[in-house]
């Protein structure tokens, strides 16, 4: 590394992510959202993968607006053929991918008395399978090319039970050991693989809970910084972990909440 950069380039020489190309699941809403733009924002390429039309037709013309290359996906990443139909339409778009986002998720909440197949079925397929399913189809190619970074969204409910966690907590840890797993396969080979860890964030995902006034400051009073997350505070983590500053970080989980995990 040149030491006698000016600052703006050697930040650019430790986080750009010019020529890469990103895929971004759940990339029009929430935490996928902001991910999506600081990607673009870094200089990736970027790829959005989501169900509803609009919505990535607007998120696409926001990317653009910041004068990156962005394209769109539709798909509903709840069954199989649907997720490997997206894959092969997402590197359709720009080429094979360097970066995946796994951010497309369902948090589905019924008691365990309740929790049926239907329910359990429906969220590892969209929380978990569909990570696993993209990341075989783009791993290896990531592994044959000496460079990958694969990023899962996980949760609190990976780590710890509380507010039901029931099937979404289960589908959460799975996400965190298909990370170590991924690393353990393809970090030899250039790939690293980890999650990011949110605490409580006020997101379409978490309607459920931040409808209630009384629990939403009861959780932010459990965080260090005294406040809830917002889907904006994962941009620079992204980032961090796509760029190549990372190449020596991986199967980890990283905790973005404010403390909440460790108070």
């Known amino acids: 590394m040149n030491d006698r950069l000016p600052p703006a380039a050697y930040l650019s020489e430790l986080f750009s992510l010019e020529g890469r190309v990103a895929v971004v699941t759940g990339g029009t809403s929430g935490i996928g959202r902001a991910i999506a733009e600081a990607l673009a924002r870094a200089g990736a390429s970027t790829v959005v993968v989501a169900r509803r039309e609009a919505e990535l037709a607007a998120t696409v013309a926001a990317l653009e607006g910041h004068g990156r ?44 008395d ?22 075989q189809r783009f791993g290896p190619g990531m592994a044959a090319r000496g460079f990958g970074r694969l990023i899962h969204i996980a949760s609190q409910q990976a780590f710890r039970a509380s507010v039901t966690s029931g099937a979404y907590g289960v589908s959460k840890a799975g996400l965190v050991a298909l990370a170590r797993s991924q690393a353990e396969a393809w970090s030899p080979r250039g790939v690293t693989a980890n999650t990011l860890v949110p605490g409580f964030v006020m997101t379409p995902l978490n309607a459920r809970l931040s409808s209630d006034p009384a629990k939403v400051k009861a959780l932010a009073e459990r965080t260090m910084t005294g406040r809830n997350g917002l889907a904006e505070d994962f941009a620079g983590a992204a980032v961090f972990l796509a760029s190549p500053s990372a190449a020596y970080v991986t199967g980890q989980s990283l905790f973005v909440d404010g403390g909440f995990s460790a108070h």
């Open 69 to 112: 290359r962005a394209a769109a996906v539709s798909a509903d990443l709840g069954s199989r053929d649907a997720v490997a139909r997206a894959a092969e339409e997402a590197a359709a778009a720009f080429g094979e991918p360097d970066i995946l986002v796994s951010a497309a998720g369902i948090n589905l909440r019924p008691p365990m």
């Open 114 to 135: 309740d929790l049926g197949a239907e329910v359990w079925d429906t969220t590892m397929a969209v929380n978990l399978d569909a990570p696993f399913l993209l990341g």
